[in-house]
């Protein structure tokens, strides 16, 4: 699994998402947008030295990779809470996934979106249907990489 970080702009979230990839074997990270990227204090601090275990590399043109990752068979998942979105324990595919994380607090724009081939969100029965970048991330990857096994 690849995950794509868009525009994120707390450098302790960006630090969380690599100790989660780390712990369910992200193979690479994509630092997208305007997202922070190693090394920086904030990262460390929460990254605890994933940071150094999980390859990444910074990307200028979203839609660009996207689409070469695609042409690699990749699978694009959004992970977003719109009305498109399906929950993240329904997604069922054979390809390798690409998990594509947008904004704090703006989400994954339209243009984004349109790219992607499928919008998964995590079920949440609770009156606040949103949690924090980082958290959602390691509750998606826990639900793919179930999912795999």
């Given at each position: ?15 969380a998402?690599f100790r ?10 994509y630092?997208?947008g ?13 990254a ?15 839609p660009?990779l ?15 809470n ?7 324990d ?18 994954i724009?339209?243009?984004i979106?349109?790219?992607c081939?499928?919008?998964?969100e ?7 249907r ?14 793919l ?5």
């Open positions: 699994m690849i995950l794509i970080a868009h525009d994120i702009r707390s450098l302790h979230n960006v630090g998402i989660s990839a780390d712990a369910f074997g992200v193979e690479k990270i630092l997208t305007y997202t922070g990227h190693p090394p920086q204090k904030e990262i460390a601090k929460t605890l030295g994933s940071e150094h275990r999980v390859p990444w590399e910074e990307n200028a043109d979203l660009d996207l689409k070469k990752l695609q042409s690699k068979d990749f699978l694009i998942v959004a992970l977003e719109n009305v498109d979105a399906i929950p993240i329904t997604l069922k595919t054979t390809k390798p996934i690409v998990l594509l994380l947008g904004n704090e607090t703006e989400g724009a339209p243009e979106l349109s790219l081939d499928e919008k998964v995590i079920p949440m029965p609770g009156t606040k949103s949690l924090n970048v980082s958290v959602a991330t390691g509750i998606a990857l826990f639900a990489a179930s999912q795999k096994q």
